[in-house]
DNA sequence: ATAGATAGACTAGTATACAAGTAGACCAGC
DNA sequence: GCTGGTCTACTTGTATACTAGTCTATCTAT
């Protein structure tokens, strides 16, 4: 498992959380793996508590199970919530992007300009992690523009079934397809077109091709 | 506050997160009263590990403020989180029901079917308590019905929101229009007519008139 | 009288201890 | 060899102890 450092006024237990996250997401931990609250303390340099409040948060996300007296495991991919999620999010996304063209503050049009000038930028350099993060940042500002900040952060739980095998995609976030369509995006708001927009959000969806049946065949171990 | 009994294989968290919730939801616990881990622990008969996990997940959920070292709070209504619950719902409930109309089994079907015929039959008993709860319960079939059951239940806890204010409202889900909805939206579902049944959530959802001036006159303290 | 220091009683965050239950290794008896 | 019981070493669930920070009331010094 890949640590990290622990955040100057994080507590405890959102530096658990965070981590445990990421390495589900990014498949570090992969799929079926047993997770020992011990153990991860341990390895957290922190005590069982605030390890075991993280671990009860993914649970809740669904992407841990947790059993009783027996064990807690790193949920196997659910194509079933895999396509839940998405569905979701397509649902979430265009309603909100619609609203953006419509509300969208200038300083926050300003910046995800700055967001998507940076994705160009590191685009060039090829540096997938800081544009993987920029991708997420360009998610969240629509919705900030939408003023639905909350409606994110309460998705974005559910969407980490869909980040895990976003992480299994072949078609990466390095992707230049992806950034032009953030750009497209963009101008879509500032111009206030909403068809446009809803029809750039479906269309950027459907670029994450999920082909469940290779994934499978590749990594059969990793799904229900 | 109204407390209640610990179902059979429940554990102390889920016992406390679900009383808590029932009370902040039902305003028995009022919005800026102070909670203490302690106190809840001790008048639940457990201690305080599962009553702050409880508190954890209503803090995150956004109806329980906690200020480290300071206190914690039952969060104040703030109207833009109802109103963000209430778009949320909105856009979730439109594009589940519309599924719902293309692909409802039969065997959920029937449940929907017994779920409307207990409403009317409540009805006239005016068993408000009773109606609440079937109410909750014929929405979440709907998702059932079209298979986004987590859907629901990721949702739900943004609801809290929306729900908080609903005890507030001066429409009660006693209300015969209330019912006669449901029993319309079922009707569509099973002739399968998208869009009557869309249009049906949109008018069932805007009968929940949130007089917010009224409210915040009647109840000031309860606000942000 | 007023401003500041201080002590005590709270709080939530974290650590640790204990309880209850599961799974698997091991061994006895057949 | 196989079956069944038992013991051990784990697991999570819960309880309790400790840490550190905040607020308030009181007391002191000016």
Do not use: W
Request: glycine share 4%; hydrophobic share 40%; proline share 3%.
């Amino acid at each position: 498992m890949h640590t990290s450092e622990r955040l100057p006024r994080e507590t405890a237990r959102d530096f658990a959380f965070r981590v445990l996250r990421d390495n589900i997401v990014s498949l570090d931990l992969k799929p079926g793996t047993l997770i020992s609250e011990n153990e991860i303390a341990m390895e957290f340099g922190v005590s069982r508590t605030p390890v075991r409040e993280a671990i009860i948060d993914l649970a809740k996300a669904g992407i841990i199970e947790i059993l009783p007296q027996r064990g807690s495991y790193v949920s196997l991919i659910d194509p079933s919530m895999v396509e839940e999620s998405r569905f979701v999010r397509k649902i979430l996304d265009k309603a909100v992007i619609e609203l953006a063209c419509e509300i969208a503050p200038k300083d926050v049009i300003d910046e995800i300009e700055e967001n998507v000038h940076l994705q160009e930028f590191y685009l060039e350099k090829e540096d997938a992690d800081r544009i993987y993060m920029l991708d997420n940042q360009f998610h969240y500002l629509i919705y900030k523009a939408a003023g639905k900040e909350t409606t994110y952060d309460m998705s974005s739980t559910m969407m980490l079934h869909f980040d895990r095998v976003r992480t299994l995609s072949v078609e990466t976030v390095k992707d230049l397809k992806i950034v032009k369509d953030h750009r497209e995006m963009l101008e879509a708001i500032k111009a206030g077109d909403k068809e446009t927009a809803v029809f750039l959000v479906e269309k950027h969806l459907g670029r994450y091709k999920l082909d469940e049946a290779q994934m499978k065949q590749e990594h059969p171990e990793y799904f229900k």
